[in-house]
């Protein structure tokens, strides 16, 4: 495989292919993400050996395209969570493995309105900090697209706020009130 600079790397089966004459292979490369392979045209050149000797025996073009959609993971608040916090921090990894994420497609929604989270693109982090919520359930969703354009989303979670303290009634008798014995 060659790259537009030229720079050749070798990529070989894991196994040999037995092929008769007249059979044909048919394959895919996966793992790209890991194989340091960029998203770009690539010149592949199917070279046998026989004993000592190297025969080239047919080249193509081959163009790496990104199919495959980015990854959200939720971290905080899992979904159900109830809690006296209106701030809660709200966390989420993002991760694509091949182009990368697009860091102008991120989207957290709460209750269908756009908040303005923090990403880090080094270590995938999102993180919306101090996000006031009011009392009572919150809907949160994330969309994000690789660069290559392929999305993802998470299903809505729910989180629920309660921060207002509970009211306590007195129950006994007023201070000074007369009580009768029966």
């Known amino acids: 495989v060659t790259d537009r ?3 050749q790397n070798v990529y070989t089966f894991s196994e040999p292919l037995n092929l008769e004459k007249g059979q044909t292979y048919e ?30 025996v047919g080249a193509t073009y081959l163009n790496l395209v990104d199919t495959i959609p980015p ?43 756009k ?9 995938g982090m999102l993180v919306l900090d101090n996000p006031q919520l009011s009392d009572g359930e919150h809907a949160l969703s994330i969309t994000v697209k690789d660069i290559a354009g392929n999305s993802a989303s998470t ?9 207002t ?7 006994v008798p007023q201070n000074g009130a007369l009580l009768k014995a029966s």
């Not at 993400?33 to 770009?40: E, I, N, Y």
């Open 5 to 7: 600079q030229n720079i």
């Open 27 to 56: 394959g895919q490369v996966e793992n790209l993400a890991s194989s340091g392979l960029t998203l770009q045209k690539y010149l592949v050149v199917l070279m046998l050996k026989k004993a000592d000797r190297e025969f080239s």
């Open 71 to 113: 990854t959200i993971e939720i971290i905080s608040p899992a979904n159900g969570t109830l809690t006296k916090n209106p701030n809660p921090q709200i966390r989420a990894i993002l991760d694509d493995n091949f182009s990368g994420i697009d860091i102008e497609t991120i989207n957290l929604t709460i209750d269908g309105s």
């Open 115 to 123: 908040a303005s989270p923090m990403y880090d693109n080094l270590t």
């Open 155 to 163: 299903p809505e979670w729910k989180i629920t706020v309660d921060a």
């Open 165 to 171: 303290p509970p009211a306590i009634a007195t129950l």
